[in-house]
Nanobody, 119 residues
Framework: QVQLVESGGGLVQAGGSLRLSCAASGRMFDVYKMGWFRQAPGKDRDFVATITQSGDSTDYADSVKGRFTISRDSAKSTVYLQMNSLKPEDTAIYYC????????????GGQGTQVTVSS
């Protein structure tokens, strides 16, 4: 099973940028579709972005399109989320996940990283 460790969160002013990283252990990184999700206080965990195994296809929530970019580096077994033009409503704990086609669900392996955007 792949272990995931998120990092890169922090406190930033509205309009600022952050880059989140998710390092995956193990040698199976390339077989997984990867995703970023976020959970704001008192709310459900929401989809943010996904990237295919090859990295040639991405998908984004409408709320982050044009501002966030997901990417992956197979050599480093890491997936990134570049976040620009941050808004206070982006404040949340951000989690990365691997997709299990066999089970048809996302697996969240890390503790997440807190992103706080001040107005």
């Amino acid at each position: 099973q792949v272990q995931l460790v998120e990092s890169g969160g922090g406190l930033v002013q509205a309009g600022g940028s952050l880059r989140l990283s998710c390092a995956a252990s193990g040698r199976m990184f390339d077989v997984y579709k990867m995703g970023w999700f976020r959970q704001a206080p008192g709310k459900d965990r929401d989809f943010v972005a996904t990237i295919t195994q090859s990295g040639d296809s991405t998908d984004y929530a409408d709320s982050v399109k044009g501002r966030f970019t997901i990417s992956r580096d197979s050599a480093k077994s890491t997936v990134y989320l570049q976040m620009n033009s941050l808004k206070p409503e982006d404040t949340a704990i951000y989690y990365c996940a691997t997709y299990s086609y066999g089970l048809g669900k996302w697996n969240y392996g890390g503790q997440g990283t807190q992103v706080t955007v001040s107005s």
